[in-house]
């Protein structure tokens, strides 16, 4: 593979047919990669989220995390100065790279491990209190067969009352409404553009507009909230709660993103359910 090959995205001539889940590895770019913190602004998205995710992990008493889209290590580098104990997987060299150095800048080192959600299991060991994946990352996911291979392989490696937080766009909203977004609790930053440049039931492509005008895309599968949730009833997870925006309450329509929050806990009566 030529330099420049490693250094351009490549969707070839029809980009919207590109709908395969091993592309992301042609879009995660090390240019790409590089800006990636530009739109996450860590200062911004650490307040626009608060102390959710620590909250419902505090609730389960959880311990020991694996953050199986670690990207740039927002959310494991949080963990970490929280007192987890964090393993961070992703399935781009790129991104664990850059989370790395990332970490050891502010004093910490990641555990990070290179691997295939589908094989999940092949390449990281033991049980776990907790899994996040996070970043709208589980879309990245262009098949059915494999949204349930990838689930049963977080599930596998989860305690027996352990639990999954995930989250995804609003593409409900997205597929019936068209786009727009408030730009305030996940993508936080001043000087990226973000925007689907095509929608259809199997494709939303996103635009990632830089003031330096350097663009990039992903290719990503439109997941609807209710599908979402049902996989994860499918797999085993035996209680899905949604939150849109961090929010209980929303109206459909209304949030930029979901947030699933599953148990894996066997519940046994409509009381402990309802405690999920």
């Known amino acids: 593979m030529t330099l420049a090959t490693q250094t351009k995205q490549s969707f070839g001539k029809e980009p919207h047919k590109v709908r395969k889940t091993d592309h992301y590895k042609k879009e995660y770019i090390q240019e790409f990669v590089e800006k990636w913190d530009t739109l996450i602004d860590w200062e911004k998205r650490a307040e626009s989220e608060g102390e959710f ?96 291979k990838t689930l049963a392989e977080f599930y596998a490696l989860l305690k027996h ?34 925007f689907p440049e095509y929608v259809d039931d199997g494709l939303a492509r996103f635009k990632y507009q830089y003031a330096d005008n350097s663009n990039y895309y992903l290719n990503m599968f439109p997941l609807r909230k209710d599908y979402t949730k049902r996989l994860m009833l499918d797999v085993g997870f035996q209680e899905v709660k949604t939150y849109g925006d961090f929010k209980e309450t929303y109206r459909v329509d209304e949030p930029d993103f979901f947030i699933h929050y599953a148990s894996k806990k066997y519940v046994n009566n409509q009381e402990e359910a309802n405690n999920v």
């Open 53 to 148: 995710f620590l909250e419902i992990l505090k609730k389960h008493n959880a311990k020991r995390v694996l953050d199986v889209a670690t990207g740039t290590g927002f959310h494991s580098v949080r963990l970490l100065e929280a007192g987890y104990e964090v393993v961070s997987a992703d399935g781009s060299p790129e991104m664990l790279a850059k989370a790395f150095d990332n970490a050891c800048k502010r004093g910490h080192i990641l555990r990070t491990v290179k691997a295939d959600w589908r094989f999940l299991n092949r390449d990281i060991h033991g049980e776990f209190d907790a899994i996040i994946c996070l970043g709208n990352s589980f879309t990245h996911i262009f098949s059915e067969k494999d949204r349930r």
């Open 161 to 194: 009352d352990g639990i999954l937080i995930l989250d995804q766009r609003n593409y409900d909203a997205i597929l019936d409404n068209g786009y727009s977004s408030k730009h305030v609790f996940y993508y936080c930053g001043d000087d990226v553009s973000v």
